[in-house]
């Protein structure tokens, strides 16, 4: 495990030591599916954040459940070293729920591991980028931060109003190229889109802006299922003609976005952003979307160039987090905005001529080259595909602390962060897929139910508790965050249309998975902060978070998308089984 630098203020000595004992108390049994014993949270229409939401962690009852392991159990457990975030890469994106969709979290995650993601980056140029990972692992963990805000209590609130919208991926933006025999009807299903996202919207209006979990998913499940077939008719037609996309059932899932509850909130971030950006990322205009449907002959080329594309920005993206504070005022452009503008110029050329091959030759995609930082892309604004709606651009992070609108203060950085493959009570692990996407907890459980939500929170000391609200710690301990993934898989989808039903939970009693569901290592995620006592005594330590849940801790959530190489996966397993120690 990496230690944070001891140059940070909140830093304490001894507190590694401390870390370390805890780790080994709720690790006990390793091989074993921990599940926890909750009492449900809190999910009231304000979701208003208030002292009611931290308790002093010995108040908390014992509720950690280690089944038993078995003659078959794979006990080991294989560590991985990804940092702190001493790079500093924060960002409002999420790749796994909200994909394509830039600052769609509207809170900030700490991120660790792969060095160029961000909500556009393709498969591929996740395998190509660096990582914070000492082994060469390229997956990519993160989860929302932790502020303290000294200037204001738990329980200051912010009164909720607003009309909330349905918030959905733009597959326009993710297809390969479009085959023109199958142009049309890609372009009808498209639209098609469009207009189940707007009678979600109008449903949505009709109930008045509150918030209420069984109405926002009695609007989510039908889109759901109508996104899916939508969805696969695009697949369809693009088969009969060409290569069938990958990935389209990524796009399906929607949330309900309360952005509009930002004007009541205080705080900082804007559409535009001003000061400091959370780590710059290049958002560039949208190629694919632009497209004429492209001739079968050039299709494969023109595909190629726009994976080429993408890794030109994932590079530059990479180039922005490794190279930070480097250079002078002008460094960035000229280091790392002009070149990529001039290799765009060229491949955006490239994918011109290719498709004047076979048919006139499309005109105006070198106009597309230049890009910029933060937030909307240059030429975004209008230039999309008439048949897909153009989204409101969210609140970007921005000033000293990064800030967003009601997710305000100064960033806990972790003191340590501890990510550990874990195996099965019941049987031997089998190695997960490579860009496997998977997620704990929820980020959104008082606008769309607790089902998911997971109790995260304890102190160092007190492995045998987690809590579903922030914890008051004892003198000398720290807070924790524990985050346990789910370690059975359907052994088929690397994702699916809610980006968790390709993956379980054990069972909470035995361990074992269900039925027609495999073990794979089970990655846990734990995370220590050093927090000064008073601040958790008056309330002032929250959880970064969309608006209407207010801070709430039970809306504590991690993210992963697993790219280890398949061999370094095997040895992962491989260490796991034999019931070995590994890193």
Request: include cysteine; proline fraction near 8%; hydrophobic fraction near 35%.
């Amino acid at each position: 495990m990496r230690t944070r630098p001891r140059r940070h203020p909140l830093t304490r000595s001894g507190r590694a030591r401390v870390f370390a004992l805890a780790v080994v108390a709720v690790t006990v049994g390793a091989a074993a599916t921990v599940t926890f014993v909750s009492g449900g949270g809190r999910f009231t229409a304000s979701a208003e954040a208030n002292l009611s939401d931290f308790v002093p962690i010995e108040q908390v009852a014992a509720n950690v459940v280690t089944p038993a392991n078995g003659p078959n159990a794979s006990t080991g457990v294989f560590s991985v070293d990804c940092g702190v975030n001493e790079n500093g890469k924060f960002s409002s994106d999420n790749p796994v729920a909200q994909p394509g969709i830039s600052n769609g979290a509207e809170h900030l995650h700490d991120f660790v591991g792969n060095l160029a993601i961000t909500a556009d980056t393709s498969d591929e140029a996740l395998a190509a980028a660096g990582t914070t990972c000492a082994n060469g692992d390229r997956s990519s963990y993160f989860w929302p931060v932790v502020r303290i805000d000294r200037s204001v209590r738990a329980d200051a609130g912010a009164d909720p109003g607003g009309v909330p919208t349905v918030s959905c991926p733009r597959p326009g933006d993710r297809l390969p190229a479009v085959p023109a025999a199958a142009a049309d009807e890609v372009r009808r299903s498209l639209a098609e889109l469009d207009r189940q996202v707007a009678e979600a919207n109008a449903r949505l209006a009709a109930n008045g802006g509150r918030i209420d979990a069984d109405f926002n998913n009695s609007v989510l499940g039908p889109l759901r299922f109508r996104r899916a077939a939508t969805l696969d008719r695009i697949a369809v037609a693009m088969d009969r003609h060409g290569p069938r996309p990958t990935g389209l059932v990524s796009m399906v899932d929607c949330a309900v976005s309360y952005d509009a509850l930002h004007a009541g909130h205080h705080g900082a971030g804007s559409a535009t952003g001003t000061g400091t950006l959370a780590t710059p990322t290049v958002r560039c205009p949208n190629v694919r979307d632009r497209l004429p449907g492209v001739p079968a002959p050039a299709v494969d080329e023109v595909n190629r160039n726009l994976a080429l594309l993408d890794k030109q920005i994932a590079e530059a993206n990479e180039r922005l987090v490794s190279s930070a504070g480097q250079g002078g005022p002008n460094f960035v452009d000229n280091a790392i905005m002009g070149p990529l503008a001039a290799k765009r110029v060229a491949t955006l050329d490239r994918i011109e001529i290719a498709i004047g091959r076979h048919t006139s030759r499309p005109t105006g995609l070198t106009a597309l080259a230049s890009c910029a930082l933060g937030g909307a892309a240059p030429g975004d604004a209008g230039a999309g595909n008439a048949d897909q709606e153009e989204p409101a651009a969210l609140p970007v992070p921005s000033g000293p602390n990064l800030e967003l609108p009601n997710n305000t203060g100064g960033i806990v950085r972790p003191a340590e962060v501890r990510i550990e493959y874990r195996g099965n009570p019941t049987s031997k692990v089998t190695p997960m897929p490579r860009f496997m996407r998977a997620l704990t907890g929820d980020s959104k459980p008082t606008s769309r139910g607790p089902a998911n939500a997971r109790p995260s929170w304890t102190c160092t000391g007190f492995a045998d508790r987690l809590s579903e609200r922030y914890p008051i710690c004892p003198e000398g301990s720290q807070v924790l965050r524990v985050h346990d993934f789910p370690g059975c898989w359907d052994g088929k989808n690397i994702d699916s249309d809610n980006h968790r039903s390709h993956l379980s939970f054990a069972d909470a009693a035995t361990g074992a998975c269900p039925e027609n569901f495999v073990a794979i290592p089970q990655l846990r995620i734990t995370i220590a902060y050093d927090i000064p006592r008073d601040v958790q005594l008056n309330g002032q330590f929250a959880l970064d978070s969309f608006p209407e849940e207010d801070h709430n801790p039970f809306s504590d959530h991690n993210d992963f998308i697993n790219v280890n190489s398949e061999r370094q996966m095997k040895k992962i397993a491989r260490c796991i089984n034999i019931g070995r120690g590994c890193r």
